[in-house]
């Protein structure tokens, strides 16, 4: 018999791996024993040490039982485009984003390999419809992300854009299809948001009828990292004040620096030895005691490497304020503690530059297809930041409540894929 095609659905927050034969789907594999599903791999790689490696649901939990030492990378996947992040360290071993991809993509592979009872050597990878603006920069992304499939054991790759994907995963069937539609399909994941507009027939999808297609590299860590900004970053040195010695200025903390603790997959870029000296620094000019408390929470931060529990405590209150009014933002450490009430309409206001980027990118690309939103028959909804308050409601207004149509938020894309896999089989 043939061996089957993989479906790779890599994403920012989570990862997924189906199969497909000439049979048709095979499933999804259980990635991660660990996890409450365990079809879906969270995007974590843990390294206590150089020799050691954890993914998933254990590298949580060993990094919790190591006191958070050694080496914890996520969000990896919103470093493709990015021409100065080579790679990093771990202990004195390089590793450069490629590898700590390959390492996830390979373990993916070993795991499904083990369930399918397979050598799989074929797989169609997901990929955002633009992984940054520029086309050069879209262009390196995918080629960094190819090199990391081969290094992964992959010969057979096929890149199929994820609201594509979207789109081939969608079953109409029962949801009174037309026998033409215009159909939006809108992907709000953790690290991009992509938009595709494609012509449905029959209740049957093919590739030749996208309409437009468009996308950017914000989506719900950057609502993350808006609420760190506006309300938790204070408490870890933003707005401290300073006097070089024989110097005359009073200073404030650089922005560029306290920029970083607001994405959780650049804070250990902090730990530089002369940053930290800089910070040492700071604390010894700082103008008062609340401001030496504020730099000693960011040693904390940076030492304890807090950076993970403390974003998941922020994405706790982001999915909160997607069902009430207000949520407590509680974080409780040695030396740390924050408690903050966030209204729903305060952190809007904080997100409100990443959330009219998306919906201006949406805006374009109907734009740039030619296409009326009142034209669109059906909005197929994906992600989990989709289910954000304000999101839903510009979708409401620009096409109407009764058209909008939620999909599986983990698994919409990987269906899609999983078809095309079979195709390819």
């Known amino acids: 018999m043939a061996s089957p095609v993989y479906a790779i659905d890599f994403g920012t927050s989570n990862s997924l791996l189906g199969a497909a034969g000439p049979g048709g789907p095979g499933g999804f594999a259980p990635l991660d024993p660990d996890a409450p599903d365990p079809a879906i791999l969270r995007s974590l790689l843990y390294f206590p040490n150089a020799r050691e490696l954890y993914f998933g649901e254990r590298a949580l939990r060993e990094f919790g039982a190591r006191d958070h030492s050694g080496r914890f990378i996520r969000s990896i996947k919103k470093q493709l485009p990015s021409r100065s992040f080579i790679g990093t360290y771990v202990e004195n071993r390089p590793f450069n984003l490629e590898d700590l991809i390959a390492l996830l993509l390979s373990e993916m592979r070993k795991r499904a390999n083990a369930h399918f009872g397979d050598d799989v050597t074929r797989v169609v990878l997901g990929r955002p419809a633009r992984f940054a603006p520029d086309e050069g920069d879209d262009r390196y992304a995918q080629e960094r992300l190819e090199r990391a499939a081969r290094h992964a054991g992959f010969k057979e790759i096929e890149f199929l854009p994820e609201p594509v994907a979207a789109a081939l995963g969608y079953d109409p069937e029962g949801a009174q299809a037309r026998d033409e539609e ?9 690290g991009t948001s992509d938009f595709t507009v494609y012509r449905l027939r029959d209740g049957r999808f093919h590739a030749s009828d996208v309409l437009a297609m468009g996308g950017l590299s914000v989506a719900g860590d950057a609502l993350d990292s808006a609420l760190m900004r506006h309300r938790i970053s204070p408490y870890f040195g933003t707005g401290v004040r300073y006097q070089v010695p024989f110097g005359s200025n009073v200073l404030t903390m ?58 998941e405590k922020i994405e706790g209150v982001k999915k909160a304020l997607s069902a009430g009014d207000d949520a407590l933002f509680d974080f409780d450490y040695p030396e740390i503690r924050i408690r903050e009430k966030i209204r729903r309409k305060e952190f809007e206001a904080y997100a409100e530059n990443p959330l009219e980027a998306i919906v201006r990118t949406l805006d374009e690309t109907l734009a740039d297809g030619g296409i009326a939103p009142e034209r669109i028959d059906r909005v197929l909804c994906t992600g989990g930041t989709a289910k954000v308050p304000w999101l839903r409601d510009a979708l409401t207004r620009r096409f109407g409540a009764e058209k909008l149509h939620d999909l599986d938020p983990f698994r919409g894309v990987a269906r899609g894929l999983m078809v095309r896999a079979g195709e390819l089989a």
């Open 254 to 311: 650089p922005t560029h620096l306290m920029e970083r603790i607001c994405h959780p997959g650049e804070i250990s870029l902090l730990r530089k030895q002369d940053t930290m000296e800089f910070f040492r620094n700071v604390r010894q000019w700082s103008l008062g005691e609340d401001d030496r408390e504020r730099i000693d929470r960011l040693f904390t931060l940076l030492n304890d490497q807090l950076g993970l529990p403390l974003f």
């Open 182 to 190: 215009l159909v939006l399909a809108a992907d709000f994941g953790g």
